[in-house]
């Protein structure tokens, strides 16, 4: 069942559209995340719903928020930050169906506003990726 701490941030992360029916652990919120980011391919599946494609678990896309990542079947939410110039630490608490554990994701700001996340030495880079609906 979706909490509703979780029900307000998917609808504020998705401009409305709630595609992600999981439940994530309350977290602190991360500040240097100021709306919502995903890696390209994630991005388009946003998209593609905004058109009003179908949601399920393979168009769902994996966003990144203040609050952590979004899935259809996983999340993460930050447990704790620290932060050092434009690179940050977080423990983040996940989870996937019934399995939960925690990881280390370093976070780096880059100048033209991405994010490159690192965990267990894969970086990705997202990009702002706000719904369209939001503006």
């Keep these: 069942m979706i909490t ?12 409305g559209l709630i595609v992600v029916p999981v439940a994530a652990k309350p977290g602190v919120k991360a500040a240097f995340v100021k709306g919502t980011y995903a890696n390209d391919h994630e991005c388009k599946k946003l998209r593609a719903i905004e058109a009003g494609g179908p ?8 966003l990144l928020t203040s609050d952590g990542f979004l899935g259809w079947e996983n999340w993460c939410s930050f447990a704790s930050i620290t932060a050092a110039a434009d690179v940050f630490v977080a423990k983040m608490s ?5 399995e939960e554990w925690t990881d280390t ?17 894969k970086t990705e880079r997202y990009r702002r990726c706000d719904p369209k609906s939001k503006g």
């Design 55 to 62: 949601k399920n678990v393979a168009t769902a896309p994996e």
């Design 4 to 15: 509703l701490l979780r029900a307000a941030a998917l609808i504020v992360a998705t401009g």
């Design 105 to 121: 994701y370093l976070f780096k700001r880059r100048a033209d506003g991405a994010i490159d996340v690192t965990v267990k030495g």
């Design 94 to 98: 996940c989870g996937e169906g019934p």
